[in-house]
Nanobody, 121 residues
Framework: VQLQASGGGLVQAGDSLRLSCAAS????????MGWFRQAPGKEREFVAG????????YYVDSVKGRFTISRDNAKNTVYLQMNSLKPEDTAVYYC???????????????WGQGTLVTVSS
């Protein structure tokens, strides 16, 4: 199983970034997918999740209206569009997969390497 996240970088507050996560080694189209983040000195946070068909999404309150999770099952890829970025969004972002409920963080059992997002004020 491989989950390769990309698209992170250094941006200014108010800017946008789109993260991508390319999956391989499992049947992507029957797994829920999620994005998590971990800021320095903080616990990992469940940011967004999407059902295996892409029809249902979960967002943590702090990103609602700014972040959008989507997936392309033909490309085995999940995305996180991040708009109106804030310094508090600074973290390493990880993608993950689950055969369980996409909106329950404890169900995620496949994890990828992270990509660093830094938002300057």
């Amino acid at each position: 199983v491989q989950l390769q996240a990309s698209g992170g970088g250094l941006v200014q507050a108010g800017d946008s970034l789109r993260l991508s996560c390319a999956a391989s080694g499992f049947i992507f189209s029957v797994h829920g997918m999620g994005w998590f983040r971990q800021a320095p000195g903080k616990e990992r946070e469940f940011v967004a999740g999407i059902s295996w068909l892409g029809g249902s999404m979960y967002y943590v309150d702090s990103v609602k209206g700014r972040f959008t999770i989507s997936r392309d099952n033909a490309k085995n890829t999940v995305y996180l569009q991040m708009n109106s970025l804030k310094p508090e969004d600074t973290a390493v972002y990880y993608c993950a997969a689950t055969k369980g409920r996409y909106d329950v963080q404890q169900t995620y059992d496949y994890w990828g390497q992270g990509t660093l997002v830094t938002v300057s004020s």
